[in-house]
Structure formats: C-alpha cells, structure tokens
C-alpha cells in the first residue's frame, strides 16, 4: 500500500494557489482513476483506489500547509505504512514552472509543509517536487507562494497535470523513471521528424538546367570539310 500525500491549504480562498499544486496533483489522479469520493479522515480529506495493481491513499492534510506532519502521521500509524511508503507532492520554488523531479529523502530547504512531516516522520520519505519558479527574492515568496496561478500558466499546468495523472501507476509501483518519462512526453512532448517537404529553390532549380548549346561558328564550307576528316 501508497500513501500519496499532497500539500495545500484547504478552503475554497486557497484553491487556485500555487502552494496548492500538491492537492492539485491528488485530485487529478483521484478524478482520472476512478477513486473513491474524497471523505473526512485522518484531519484531512481522503481518497482511496488503485493505481495499476497498487493500491493507494491519496490524502490531502486539512491542518494547513505548517501543521501537514499531524495529519501524515496519523495515516501512516492507521495504516502501519513505513516512511518510504509515503509520497509527498509539493511545490517547489527551486525548479521553474512545469518541472517535475522525484526525490527521496532530503532536507526541508524551508518548506513549512515538509518540515512538519519531517518532524513527524524523518527525513526518508518521498517528495515529487512540482516546479513553481521562484520569484526572485526571499522577501516576496509569501505572497508570491500563496497567490493563484496567472493565467498564461493554464497550459503548463494543465500538461503537467495530465503527466502525473498518466504516471501515476509507474510512481505507485516504484518506477519513478517511467513516472517522470510520462510527465515529460505531456509537458515536453517529442517533436515529430517528418513535416512538409521544402519547396524547391528557384535558384538551385535554374543552376540545375542544362546550358543552352551555343551557336557553331563555321561555315557550311568548313562543316563539311570537318565532316569528311
């Protein structure tokens, strides 16, 4: 069994912050793969299902963003789960817009929400850093952090929404390769080799015709005499 956590504050004030990707993320996989209906669990809301053959409790912590840790901890001793059972979805000021990293284990590097769970649980469990950009100086992270998303975001966002959603059975059984690989072809998708054939250069086409043949000089005379040599 997962625990997949994600990090926000609740109330309808707070659901278009970019502090709230984490509970963003949650509610995408829980709408694409048919969990259960969010209810009141563990000072949070819950949502359980499956992911591929995974089964997996996506909690969003209602104790807001400093006190997240009260909330992880009692899901994790209600379940018996280990520390490396527990998936945290955050943003993450240290990455730009529309990335996504995995990482386990680590430091806090002031997140008021992961330091809290860390209190509670240790350093070892798992963080899917969801990149929000930084905005450029320490001063203005508060606000920055607790204002929406513009809406010249809506596309990246969207895009990486949808990753997560696609990958979410690769991050629930382990692979956290596969997982970011599924973000990647939503937010990054290839670029297809083929295309339109170029027209042809008029230029290059007049340098590719044959010369015209030039006019012969000689005489009637001297053309027959050139042909009885």
Not at 14 to 34: E, K, L, P, Q, S
Request: proline letters at 8%.
């Amino acid at each position: 069994m997962r625990l997949f956590v994600g990090l926000g504050n609740p109330g309808p004030k707070y659901t278009g912050n970019r502090h709230n990707i984490g509970f963003m993320a949650v509610d995408r996989i829980a709408a694409d793969h048919g969990f259960a209906p969010w209810r009141a669990k563990f000072q949070g809301q819950v949502a359980d299902g499956r992911l591929g053959t995974e089964k997996v409790i996506l909690l969003k912590p209602e104790t807001y963003m400093n006190r997240s840790g009260d909330s992880v901890q009692a899901a994790v001793q209600f379940y018996k789960l280990a520390t490396g059972d527990v998936t945290v979805f955050h943003d993450e000021l240290d990455l730009a817009p529309g990335k996504c990293r995995v990482k386990q284990g680590g430091g806090h590097a002031g997140h008021n929400g992961l330091r809290s769970i860390q209190t509670h649980l240790g350093p070892d469990f798992q963080r899917v850093r969801l990149g929000i950009g930084h905005p450029g100086h320490k001063d203005r992270v508060s606000p920055y952090v607790l204002s929406d998303f513009a809406k010249a975001d809506s596309d990246w966002l969207d895009d990486l929404m949808r990753g997560i959603s696609d990958g979410a059975p690769e991050l629930a059984r382990g692979d956290s390769a596969r997982f970011l690989n599924a973000v990647a072809l939503r937010v990054a998708p290839p670029r297809s080799s083929g295309g339109p054939r170029a027209e042809a250069d008029p230029a290059k086409a007049a340098r590719a015709e044959p010369p015209a043949p030039q006019e012969d000089p000689r005489s009637p005379l001297q053309k027959l005499v050139h042909r009885f040599r």
